[in-house]
């Protein structure tokens, strides 16, 4: 099943200005008509393209190309950015797609600049960078939990824009994504977790008591889309409550983001017939 | 179609002693009786229990687990690594692989011993690395264009063997596996990549200046190999002038090296009563 993905892509960018979460039906599947079977169905049609662009991408890398691309993955709790990796990102060459899944900050990492982690996990000219969780966390739990001043936080808004600008400057396409659930969706989600002994290795008691602070995080949220969402680097929220859909939209935005780099193949910068020629004319081995 | 995949894997494994490569049919199809159709439905149907035993591993890694995988690919040029990493290491979660492909070293790298930058890139517990291209190259194209004296050559083989007991005491499984084309297929493909447009950023004149080191190259092989052919770290050879065999052999060897490894999933640390009733009855957010 094809479908205009241009359309979904826009529709989930969010408009510039203030951001309601409640007003985005977690539950929607905006830009798409189809049930679970047409969206996955619609996914997996995108596979081949999707791989040939991302090998396009990686050969430019190899050659004098200066494009890469970040996707970075924000949501609470269980709101589906490992299902994401598995089945989206999934979807393209590993060699060419490298993932970083960002925990609480070490000592180390807690020395530096909250920037200083996050840059050396960019990735290389010609890869696919994804982070799970990123730079984020330090304005949405440092912001609920009060990990830093207020006034730091507010100092990283505008450090994250800059950063991110010059990311972009440099030939990096960044799309941002909140994964957004319900909280019910979340509790639904955790008792699975309880309910399957082979589940019971994601599940942290401590993310229970973060649920306790649903509304300070999602007002973090609003607030961090509304500072950082700009022009070179985009805020989408991504309803995920169906799974379907959320694999569908993240694979949508990666194809078009793709598409926008028009990446034609490199070309040889060496002598094709007389390589032939060596070759087929070559001594005996 | 199922089939014993161990006598595949113990077939593919190099007895100790001396190596003749030129005695392994590299069109060969050992432990496997189908063909190509056969053989990638093989494949296929093992994807399901690859996966989750890749994230029981994984699970174990973020428990109390110590164990970890590393598959070392070696080969000449088109002998299919990258081609491995795709449609074998691919059916996997890319969170739970970490590949990683080693060029020349760097200044930098090549002022440490060769152990260096291999010890960076090992897997943490519970993932499965991926070496495309390893610490070998600095025993075969070391070897072949004497980068290094022969005594420090010598020397190498020893410290492999000492690192790599290192690594399978500390609990990682090392497979070692020597992609075997033969010096007609390897021209074909090199051929095939000078007819494809698409193909030519894969194509490297120097590439035909090793390829006339060809048998130089299969000593230092069925040296390496006999040096380092340790019960710990084993080396298999693998033919692969067919593509679907040598992916078919690949997914075999990680099969059963992880259906080795006994992976159950890890046991709650909290108590899952408790945490039904906190989430059942909690306030509301």
Redesign the interface.
């Known amino acids: 099943m094809s479908f205009p993905t241009s359309d979904l892509t826009a529709g989930l960018r969010v408009p510039a200005g203030a951001v309601d979460l409640v007003a985005i039906d977690t539950d929607a599947a905006p830009g798409f008509d189809g049930k679970r079977a047409d969206g996955e169905a619609a996914l997996a049609g995108m596979a081949v393209e999707l791989a040939d662009l991302q090998e396009r991408l990686f050969?430019q890398g190899?050659?004098d190309g200066r494009r890469s691309l970040l996707l970075v993955l924000q949501g609470m709790d269980t709101s589906g950015k490992?299902g994401t990796?598995?089945s989206t990102?999934?979807l393209m060459?590993?060699?060419g797609?490298r993932?970083t899944?960002f925990k609480a900050p070490t000592p180390e990492e807690r020395s530096h600049d909250f920037l200083w982690r996050i840059t050396k996990a960019l990735p290389p000219v010609g890869l696919i960078g994804v982070f799970?969780r990123s730079h984020y966390e330090d304005v949405l739990i440092g912001r609920v939990r009060s990990l830093a001043e207020p006034a730091e936080i507010e100092r990283r808004y505008d450090a994250i824009n800059q950063w991110e600008a010059e990311l972009a400057a440099e030939g990096t396409t960044v799309i941002k994504c909140m994964l957004h659930i319900s909280?019910e969706e979340q509790?639904a989600r955790?008792?699975a977790r309880?309910d399957d002994?082979?589940k019971?290795?994601?599940?942290n008691?401590g993310d229970?008591d973060e649920?306790?602070l649903?509304?300070a995080y999602q007002e973090a949220y609003e607030v961090a889309i509304e500072r950082t969402n700009t022009e070179v680097a985009p805020w989408h929220v991504i309803p995920a409550d169906k799974k379907w859909y959320r694999n569908l939209a993240i694979g949508t935005l990666l194809l078009d983001a793709l598409r926008d780099l028009d990446l034609s193949?490199?070309?040889?910068d060496?002598d094709?017939e007389h390589?032939?020629q060596?070759?087929?004319h070559?001594?005996p081995?």
């Not at 019971?200 to 599940?203: C, I, T």
């Open positions: 050969a190899r050659s490992g990796l598995r990102v999934g060459d590993p060699q797609v993932i899944s799970d909280a509790k955790l008792l309880l002994p082979s019971h290795w994601k599940y008691p229970v649920r306790e649903w509304p193949w490199p070309v040889a060496f094709v390589e032939k060596r070759l087929q070559e001594k081995l």
